[in-house]
């Protein structure tokens, strides 16, 4: 079974300009989970997607990202305009999605290394 | 706010012995805890996970135990293996914070020398 799949892998842009990322979850899951890690620290979630719905995105900076699921599958995420800080990894996960289940497990993509010069 | 914190940032272990990580956390509310491992250029891959009404779970050679009170759990590894050597998060959710909103720590490395 194929797991989350993100492309690009890597992504180095000049500041200001804009960038997008792309995840494709594992079949059947629900639920898509877009987490930034920066350099010695662990994921934080930006945010969570049930289905086609956004429903916690309060960790999302609004003014540079946005996120979309059409479709309640595949998943881009935008910065625009990219920022020196916004150098990370920014991991896709996803999983089965029994609602209000804290046990339901996340898997994770590999990750899009971005660097931003 | 750290929330979930793995205050060892490396541990370098004999191949054949006993891996012990730590991980300590804040939130009294977290009702699960996770496991998940990290080789360099993947995603993390989960290990092993323990719900908090139980204070011990067992998989092949992992081990996580739970510390309700201290608010405290570890990851035992027996017998440890070269192929263990990887970056390990500790993590945690609770059902007042969403459905399945993960609280990471910073991870620690270990090494298993062979």
């Known amino acids: 079974e194929a797991g989350v799949v993100q492309s690009p892998r890597y992504k180095i842009i000049e500041k200001k300009q804009p960038v997008a990322f792309w995840c494709n979850p594992i079949?059947?899951?629900?639920?898509l989970y877009w987490y930034l890690q920066n350099l010695g620290q662990g994921p934080e979630l930006l945010i969570r997607?049930?289905?086609?719905?956004?429903?916690?995105d309060s960790q999302l900076p609004k003014d540079r990202f946005s996120a979309e699921r059409l479709k309640g599958v595949d998943s881009t995420l935008k910065i625009q305009p990219a920022e020196l800080g916004d150098s990370a990894v920014y991991l896709c996960a996803s999983s089965f999605g029994a609602s209000g289940a804290s046990t339901d497990t996340q898997y994770f993509g590999p990750g899009t290394r971005l660097t931003v010069l | 706010d750290q929330q979930v914190k793995q205050n060892s940032p490396s541990l370098s272990v004999q191949e054949g012995r006993i891996s012990i990580l730590n991980c300590d956390y804040t939130?009294?509310?977290?009702?699960?805890f996770l496991w998940y491992k990290k080789y360099p250029a993947e995603g993390p891959t989960f290990l092993i996970s323990i719900s908090s009404i139980k204070d011990k779970n067992e998989d092949g050679r992992f081990t996580v135990f739970l510390n309700k009170s201290a608010k405290h759990l570890s990851l035992h590894i027996v017998p440890s293996q070269p192929g263990d050597s990887a970056v390990y998060f500790c993590?945690?959710?609770?059902?007042?914070?969403?459905?399945?909103?993960?609280?990471f720590g910073t991870g620690t490395r270990l090494t298993v020398i062979p």
């Open positions: 079949s059947g899951h629900n639920t």
């Open positions: 993590a945690a959710s609770a059902k007042q914070t969403g459905a399945n909103n993960l609280f």
């Open positions: 939130n009294s509310m977290f009702d699960y």
């Open positions: 997607y049930e289905n086609e719905e956004a429903v916690d």
